[in-house]
């Protein structure tokens, strides 16, 4: 289970140790807002959908989103007082299946930043199954993410001739599908003001 633990004087830090999650009252550095869609689920897990406060007090001020809660650090003007909103829902819903990007990112995140070919989680690039010299296309379904050393070791050959098995078959993932994987990769901070709109349908432990 996830575990956060401090470093440095404002940030903790997530890992994956212990007995639960604790989750800290202390605002996070730079007083960040977790913005949610229109359903109150989060635009985002992985990256964590945040908006630093300046940008959040803008759309507040341009009545795109509603405040849903607040910290206690509040930011003053001559003629106005407000709580810095620490979850805030956008007023119009954003479609969430929208085909994603064919993106560096989101080919980690589908394959969920591990090699392949050995599952590795470092010096991470990519592979194109059939090789490009072999007329393979840059697409979902013929490339996979790959550690250096495997890449170097496949060479200009398809995985049958270098007796490199893949993991698990290539596809091109949904946006709900990213979104899912995303959910498994913790953000390096949690408030606790967050933990209503985060991780909430997840199947609880007996």
């Known amino acids: 289970m996830p575990v956060l633990s ?3 004087e404002d940030m ?3 890992s994956w140790e212990g007995e639960g999650m604790k989750v800290f009252d202390h605002p996070p550095s730079g007083f960040p807002a977790l913005v949610l ?5 989060p635009l985002s897990y992985y990256p964590l959908s945040l908006w630093p406060w300046q940008e ?25 007082e407000m709580a810095l909103p620490s979850v805030v829902a956008l007023k119009t819903y954003i479609p969430q299946d929208r085909p994603p990007a064919f993106t560096r990112f989101n080919l980690f995140l589908r394959d969920s930043f591990t090699c392949q070919y050995c599952g590795r989680g470092e010096d991470l690039t990519f592979d ?3 090789p490009r ?14 550690c250096a050393p495997c890449n170097l070791t496949k ?3 398809t995985p049958r001739e270098a007796q490199m098995s893949l993991r698990r078959s290539t596809h091109r993932p949904s946006a709900y599908e990213l979104q899912d994987l995303g959910r498994r990769f913790p ?7 967050w933990m209503d709109y985060l991780y909430w349908d997840i199947e609880l432990e007996a």
């Not at 953000?187 to 003001?193: G, V």
Request: net charge positive.
């Open 6 to 8: 401090w470093e440095g």
């Open 12 to 14: 903790p830090v997530l």
């Open 37 to 41: 869609n229109a359903d109150f689920r």
């Open 56 to 80: 959040t007090i803008k759309a507040v001020f341009l009545e795109r989103v509603e405040v849903v809660t607040s910290y206690d650090q509040m930011v003053r003007s001559p003629s106005f």
């Open 128 to 130: 194109h199954i059939i």
């Open 133 to 146: 010299s072999r007329g393979g296309r840059t697409t979902w379904e013929n490339i996979v993410t790959a």
């Open 155 to 157: 060479g200009g050959r």
């Open 187 to 193: 953000p390096n901070y949690l408030h606790a003001s």
